[in-house]
């Protein structure tokens, strides 16, 4: 499973701090959650696709959020995971 210390020596980040906002008082831009927004599916679907590619083709899709270590086990191993009917 993908961890916060994971990405530390991957990944870069600076601060452009030379334009200053003239929208409030401090100067400062805010950045809020749209960055993270994409982080979610992102994982899931990286984590449906392995799943797909162990053999588990389209019922690896039946697999609901939060994606836990168990609930990706189990699916690995095909425990309380019956295929769908035709």
Known sequence: MP???FGTS???TEFDTSVP???NPLGVK??????TIGATPA???AVL???D??????DAERL?????PEKVWRALHLKDFAPRPA
């Open 43 to 45: 994982a899931v679907n």
């Open 49 to 51: 696709d392995a799943l």
């Open 30 to 35: 805010g950045v809020g959650e749209l960055g």
């Open 64 to 68: 609901q959020m939060p994606l836990t």
């Open 53 to 58: 590619r162990a053999g588990l083709g389209r």
């Open 3 to 5: 961890r916060a210390d």
């Open 10 to 12: 991957l990944f870069r």
């Open 21 to 23: 906002t003239a929208l």
